[in-house]
């Protein structure tokens, strides 16, 4: 009779910790978190396997390689088969609607994950005449929102994202990027204020080139 007690309250022990184990499972994998710690020869590591797609796309699209490792570091810590609660896909965490835009047909083929992936970096950073805390915001957040907030959104996820992003660029440039603070008073997942990037200047060429002569690191030589 004791055995049977036994094995009763060992099945029940087992059901009670049964679904915090499946909620521990349905959490997202925040891997990028796990690359943004890496020393930089760990990170250039991980991206051997797809250097010669990074350096040529970056070439074409005039966006620093170290960007776009940074970029992939933090956005899936360089797993080609990622794919994040919202559908996004592959090492750049694409979208199947920017994907599409960008014209890549497979988000799981790491070549072309990384040329729409850089793609549209380079047409963010034309677009943002070379601002480069509004390309990273939007390329996490959307241009709808950094346009709306003319600067990064006060979203406590992208205003990180953007530090993450160019903490990791950081590291593997040697250069020392300004980090944009992240404002306090959060609320519902907000914050209260917008960090105003200190690039700037005219639209257009002129914009472009001043941005570019405040960071020339940050663009293709």
Not at 50 to 63: C, Q, R
Not at 137 to 147: L, P, S, T
Request: positive net charge; aromatic residues 10%; glycine residues 10%.
């Amino acid at each position: 009779m004791r055995t049977v007690s036994s094995v009763f309250a060992v099945l029940i022990g087992l059901s009670i910790f049964q679904p915090a184990v499946a909620a521990d499972a349905d959490k997202p994998k925040r891997s990028g978190h796990v690359c943004v710690g890496m020393s930089a020869d760990g990170l250039e590591k991980r991206a051997t396997p797809h250097l010669d797609s990074i350096s040529k796309y970056a070439d074409k699209y005039g966006v620093s390689a170290a960007m776009v490792k940074a970029v992939i570091a933090v956005e899936s810590c360089y797993n080609t088969t990622a794919v994040s609660p919202k559908g996004a896909q592959g090492l750049m965490q694409l979208i199947p609607e920017t994907a599409a835009r960008f014209g890549v047909s497979d988000s799981f083929n790491s070549s072309q994950n990384i040329h729409g992936g850089t793609r549209y970096l380079g047409w963010l950073m034309k677009r943002y005449d070379g601002d480069l805390y509004k390309a990273i915001a939007a390329y996490n957040a959307g241009e709808g929102a950094v346009d709306k907030y003319q600067g990064i959104p006060p979203y406590n996820e992208t205003q990180h994202y953007v530090r993450r992003v160019l903490t990791v660029y950081n590291r593997l440039s040697g250069e020392a990027v300004v980090l944009p603070a992240v404002a306090t008073g959060k609320k519902g997942g907000r914050v209260s204020s917008v960090y105003q990037s200190p690039f700037g200047g005219k639209p257009g060429r002129s914009g472009w080139r001043t941005n570019k002569a405040k960071a020339p690191q940050l663009y293709k030589r």
